[in-house]
């Protein structure tokens, strides 16, 4: 995480004894990534976090991967899920994934169960209503338009608030999500070419502190799912301080970065994950140059596909292509792809582009799940051969 946060009681060296009212200590918890070799948060438990009453194999709900093929440019329109009564968690649909990275989405109404994903990262983007994501560390409140990361093996539950369901797109990875490295010094400050800083962040504040017994939790592992039965709720932190821990970011405080001439899309890149990256395109003063054409020229990444997701405003690249709010495109490496017929010619002479989308490049090709084909816009390959 970028910076060291310390939240609620904690003593003033660490690894020595802190003790509760009735004498008794509390317990440390370290939590870190990469053995002891990288970041790491220390949490100090009124019950020992290692208690567990019960475990027993769990089946969630069983998704399929298939490739693109035949290899083609592909349009989802995430809001022909939409289903009631799911939570955000086991409730999402996957869209898209590979061995690094699955794609889900989901409009959850309902509050999730306790979840630790110990295979990776999770970063989830809020793209309408408001959420309450709990965890030893505290609460985060995230609404639309917020990212928020949750650490690997981070036990939280993520509980809708508000009148509406929250939509979320999900992106799981299979190791960790932070900022570019390129955005960072050595020592881990954001560096002044960063479109967001420190002052952009959000982490927790205040313990939340649940005096419960005997409470489930479900497991993602590298083996499978386990449901365990803990002795205590794992939500009993008096405190903890360090660099890991969940946090949000709203890409409403993405400042970006923009030129003379149209921009490539790592101007736009937010966080990197294993194997990919993840880029947002915001609102923004576009190509000043006399002869600028402020929409993308035609290109092939010959090592990646890109996703983008549509989350508000006109995309103007995609106009004519029936892309719509919620909508997502899958551009495959082996395709070239660009604008639409017409668009180049109409962004000539603009200056501004109102547009909001987040995307996911990956360096491996990335599969359709079953919930793609649910969705998918069987039309959108053969558009560019239309006329504006």
Same mark, same amino acid.
């Given at each position: 995480?970028?910076?060291?946060?310390? @939240?609620?009681?904690?003593?003033?060296?660490?690894?020595?004894?802190?003790?509760?009212?009735?004498?008794?200590?509390?317990?440390?918890?370290?939590?870190?990534?990469?053995?002891?070799?990288?970041?790491?948060?220390?949490?100090?438990?009124?019950?020992?976090?290692?208690?567990?009453?019960?475990?027993?194999?769990?089946?969630?709900?069983?998704?399929?991967?298939?490739?693109?093929?035949?290899? *083609?440019?592909?349009?989802?329109?995430?809001? *022909?899920?939409?289903?009631?009564?799911?939570?955000?968690?086991?409730?999402?649909?996957?869209?898209?994934?590979? %061995?690094?990275?699955?794609?889900?989405? @989901?409009?959850?109404?309902?509050?999730?169960?306790?979840?630790?994903?110990?295979?990776?990262?999770?970063?989830?983007? @809020? !793209?309408? &209503?408001?959420?309450?994501?709990?965890?030893?560390?505290?609460? #985060?409140?995230?609404?639309?338009?917020?990212?928020?990361?949750?650490?690997?093996?981070? /036990?939280?539950?993520?509980?809708?608030?508000? %009148?509406?369901?929250?939509?979320?797109?999900? /992106?799981?990875?299979?190791?960790?999500?932070?900022?570019? *490295?390129?955005?960072?010094?050595?020592?881990?400050?954001?560096?002044?070419?960063?479109?967001?800083?420190?002052?952009?962040?959000?982490?927790?504040?205040?313990? #939340?502190? $649940?005096?419960?017994?005997?409470?489930?939790?479900?497991?993602?592992?590298?083996?499978?799912?386990?449901?365990?039965?803990?002795?205590?709720?794992?939500? %009993?932190?008096?405190?903890?301080?360090?660099?890991?821990?969940?946090?949000?970011?709203?890409?409403?405080?993405?400042?970006?970065?923009?030129?003379?001439?149209?921009?490539? +899309?790592?101007?736009?890149?937010?966080?990197?994950?294993?194997?990919?990256? /993840?880029?947002?395109?915001?609102?923004? *003063?576009?190509?000043?140059?006399?002869?600028?054409? +402020?929409?993308?020229?035609?290109?092939?990444? $010959?090592?990646?596909?890109?996703?983008?997701?549509?989350? &508000?405003?006109?995309?103007?690249?995609?106009? &004519?292509?029936?892309? !719509?709010?919620?909508? /997502?495109?899958?551009? +495959?490496?082996?395709?070239?792809?660009?604008?639409?017929? &017409?668009?180049?010619?109409?962004?000539?002479?603009? %200056?501004?582009?109102?547009?909001?989308? @987040?995307?996911?490049?990956?360096?491996?090709? #990335?599969?359709?799940?079953?919930?793609?084909?649910?969705?998918?816009?069987?039309?959108?390959?053969?558009?560019?051969?239309?006329?504006?």
């Amino acid at each position: 995480m970028p910076y060291y946060r310390s @939240v609620g009681e904690v003593p003033r060296k660490r690894h020595t004894q802190f003790r509760q009212p009735d004498g008794s200590l509390y317990a440390e918890e370290l939590m870190g990534q990469e053995g002891f070799s990288s970041d790491s948060s220390l949490l100090y438990h009124r019950h020992a976090p290692t208690a567990i009453l019960a475990a027993d194999e769990f089946a969630p709900a069983a998704f399929t991967r298939a490739p693109n093929l035949p290899l *083609k440019p592909r349009h989802l329109r995430t809001h *022909k899920l939409d289903t009631g009564g799911v939570d955000p968690i086991l409730g999402r649909q996957y869209l898209l994934a590979n %061995d690094d990275v699955r794609i889900g989405y @989901v409009l959850a109404d309902q509050p999730s169960p306790l979840f630790r994903d110990a295979t990776g990262d999770h970063c989830l983007y @809020v !793209e309408s &209503g408001t959420l309450r994501v709990e965890s030893p560390f505290g609460v #985060l409140d995230v609404v639309a338009g917020d990212y928020v990361i949750i650490p690997t093996s981070t /036990i939280h539950r993520l509980v809708p608030t508000g %009148d509406q369901p929250a939509r979320l797109l999900t /992106i799981e990875a299979s190791g960790h999500i932070g900022p570019p *490295k390129r955005y960072l010094s050595v020592r881990g400050q954001f560096l002044e070419h960063s479109p967001y800083c420190e002052r952009d962040v959000r982490g927790p504040d205040a313990p #939340l502190l $649940v005096d419960d017994e005997e409470v489930e939790v479900l497991v993602r592992h590298r083996r499978g799912w386990t449901r365990y039965v803990y002795a205590n709720h794992p939500f %009993d932190v008096v405190g903890w301080d360090g660099h890991l821990y969940p946090w949000a970011f709203s890409i409403h405080d993405f400042e970006p970065i923009t030129g003379r001439i149209h921009q490539p +899309p790592p101007v736009h890149q937010t966080f990197q994950g294993p194997n990919f990256v /993840i880029c947002s395109f915001v609102p923004r *003063k576009v190509d000043y140059h006399p002869q600028s054409i +402020p929409v993308p020229y035609n290109h092939h990444n $010959v090592d990646s596909d890109e996703m983008l997701f549509y989350t &508000g405003g006109n995309y103007e690249a995609r106009r &004519g292509s029936g892309i !719509e709010q919620g909508s /997502i495109s899958l551009h +495959p490496s082996g395709f070239t792809h660009g604008p639409q017929p &017409g668009a180049a010619e109409r962004s000539i002479g603009a %200056d501004y582009f109102d547009e909001l989308a @987040v995307m996911v490049d990956t360096f491996r090709p #990335l599969d359709l799940c079953d919930a793609a084909s649910n969705c998918e816009d069987e039309g959108y390959a053969w558009t560019w051969a239309r006329s504006a």
